[in-house]
């Protein structure tokens, strides 16, 4: 017999002789399988995008990242939302691994928000490995629930959320593997579906900022990072981890009258990445401007500064100290704290959010799982500031 989360289980399921239970309103195969599409065990990927969606007892294949002969009509303001099955009635080890153990979903239709895995890291420059990120951080993922006790948020109240599995990137051709994310962000965000975004390396913002603008106009971006990540190019590419934001000013992407770089450390060949970026009018905030002390004020500061218009989170993990995240490629000493790294982002409640990632996280180099589960927590957080979640 299949395993109730395998295609075709619905029908093994609806032919079984005792009834499966779960917790109140879950009973019979379609309540079960629901709470075992959305559970946390390994499944080919990591994702389990391939596996087909659970919708009403029935497994529905999935065609690929926001196929549209896949979509759903978006759901009634009063309907039933997705959120992360309670651990009292459903083990944190079961069902495939998504992240937060959300519903895995072929399409952004019917999504207020989404969490998509991006795994390229061909387009590093020192360690790789982050490509194995979304998968290491959805694993990392089982521990959180639905509120933020610190916040009063309450996202699964407001928005309906689902993990839309990984972007199948071309690992041998980065230009080509850019096309590939635009397109199924472009797909994203014509949906109305606000993305967050599990990388993979800081490359694929790019291609990100190339669809949200595409709706929105020109950002807002608040950056967190070690690195300016505006260099022109390497090696005589003009494309990789290092370059994203050089090519998105060059592309009229940004709003550079409304971007800051909160963390920025560590040696440098030159000085003329510091000088363009405060050229083209960004906040720069230095690691040593943010040492031992709280970040809400300059947090304030950045609220008045991105205003009323669309803003972008983009969060390297190496924007924190190694001590903290040492899994990643490009590790820089004396950075920000995961508290620090908390004020940013609780500092964007009330902006208007329209997408957010989180990047270079390389779990080959901390087998503990640390830098994974800081990661997790972050988007966590993220989601938790984004536009018309409930506040209790």
Not at 42 to 68: M, S
Not at 377 to 392: G, Q, R
């Amino acid at each position: 017999a299949p395993l109730p989360f395998e295609p075709g289980a619905s029908r093994a399921l609806a032919h079984s002789p005792r009834p499966l239970r779960g917790p109140a309103g879950t009973s019979g195969a379609g309540g079960m399988l629901r709470l075992l599409a959305s559970g946390c065990a390994r499944g080919p990927g990591g994702g389990g995008g391939a596996l087909g969606l659970v919708l009403g007892g029935r497994v529905r294949p999935a065609a690929g990242l926001c196929d549209p002969g896949s979509s759903q009509s978006r759901q009634a303001s009063d309907a039933p939302r997705n959120q992360p099955p309670s651990s009292e009635f459903v083990a944190r080890s079961v069902g495939i691994c998504s992240m937060m153990r959300l519903p895995v979903q072929a399409s952004p239709e019917g999504l207020d928000a989404a969490f998509i895995g991006v795994p390229l890291d061909i387009g590093t420059s020192n360690r790789p490995g982050a490509r194995f990120g979304p998968r290491r951080i959805r694993e990392e993922s089982v521990l959180l629930r639905t509120a933020n006790p610190s916040t009063g948020a309450l996202p699964f109240q407001s928005l309906m959320v689902a993990d839309l599995g990984d972007v199948n990137v071309n690992l041998y051709n980065l230009q080509d593997s850019c096309r590939l994310i635009r397109e199924a962000y472009q797909k994203i965000v014509a949906a109305g579906c606000i993305p967050l975004t599990l990388g993979g390396d800081h490359t694929i913002t790019y291609p990100i900022l190339q669809a949200v603008a595409e709706k929105h106009g020109p950002m807002g971006l608040v950056h967190v990072d070690a690195h300016m990540d505006v260099a022109d190019k390497a090696l005589g590419e003009k494309l990789y981890h290092g370059t994203p934001f050089r090519r998105c000013v060059d592309e009229g992407l940004l709003d550079c009258k409304r971007v800051v770089q909160i963390g920025i450390r560590g040696s440098s060949m030159t000085l003329d990445t510091y000088r363009y970026s405060r050229s083209q009018g960004f906040r720069v905030v230095l690691a040593e401007d943010c040492w031992m002390k709280s970040l809400v004020p300059l947090m304030g500061k950045v609220r008045q500064q991105m205003g009323v218009r669309p803003i972008y989170i983009s969060f390297d993990i190496d924007g924190l100290d190694p001590a903290y995240a040492p899994g990643t490629g490009t590790p820089e000493i004396a950075g920000l704290t995961p508290s620090q790294a908390l004020e940013i982002i609780r500092g964007c409640q009330g902006l208007n959010v329209v997408g957010c990632d989180l990047v270079e996280v390389s779990p080959p180099y901390d087998p503990s799982g640390n830098t994974a589960l800081v990661a997790a927590n972050l988007l966590f957080e993220m989601l938790c500031v984004l536009p018309k979640v409930t506040v209790a």
